[in-house]
């Protein structure tokens, strides 16, 4: 088994890795060519989890090692295929992420203990839920409390996340139906205005029940009066 697979071959956690570049001299071609001659070159530094030791390697060489021990079934794909998007990620100037939650800021411990653990590289609270009988020797006191606190809010937040997911596409689905909704009353409030503007152009003006002094008068003018005979007494003197 290869020095890289030896300690990062642990499953649970990854091993923090870091990169940094040399320059690498070639003393025979810098007396031959009496100036210096050599070349950068990339240099992994691992560190296990729950230790302080760190090793050192060229990247190409680690990046051979890993491929072979991933065939041999010593080193997970995962693992590997991420620790290469780490060292891509440094080639192009980014910032290397934890795997996990930061130490660094977790407010379930004082900063005295968070310190502590960032000395020894426990960085992440999922590194210090799985630290073996190595952390805890190196954490010293305590040790025992600061596992059991990781572990019980990692089993937490595992908890919580299907609650969370839930809740989360209840409150979309909700949104969703108040814009339906909305929508919906904007078109009624649209149609009963144009049902409205309809009914006044439609309006028929209502029929004069009043009969003025202008149509008496021109309806005693229509009427011709009635001629009394020759001999008939008037009405009076009957």
Partial sequence: MSAIAQVIERKDRPAHVRFKRV????????????????????IVMI??????????????QWLSNMKQDVQNGRLSPE???????????WKNGQEIPLHGTPIKGWG?????????????NILTVE??????????????????DLK???????????????????????????SEQKVKIETLMSQVEKMNSQLTAISRQDRIEPIKDEIGADDIESQ????????????RPRKEQQ
């Fill in 23 to 42: 320059a690498f001299e070639d003393k025979a071609a810098t007396l031959q060519a009496g100036r210096w001659v050599g070349k950068d070159v990339d």
């Fill in 47 to 60: 560190t296990p989890p729950y230790s302080k030791d760190i090793i050192e390697m060229k990247v190409t």
């Fill in 79 to 89: 693992w590997a295929e991420q620790y290469e998007k780490d060292y891509e990620r």
């Fill in 108 to 120: 379930l411990i004082s900063p005295a203990q968070q310190e502590l653990l960032l000395k020894l």
């Fill in 127 to 144: 590194d210090l839920a799985g630290i073996n009988d190595e952390g805890i020797r190196h954490i010293g006191m305590g040790s025992m």
């Fill in 148 to 174: 059991n606190k990781a572990t019980a809010w990692l089993s937490q937040m595992v908890d919580k996340g299907p609650l969370t997911v839930e809740i989360a596409a209840l409150k979309a689905e909700n």
């Fill in 220 to 231: 005693n003018q229509a009427v011709e009066p009635v001629k009394r005979g020759p001999g």
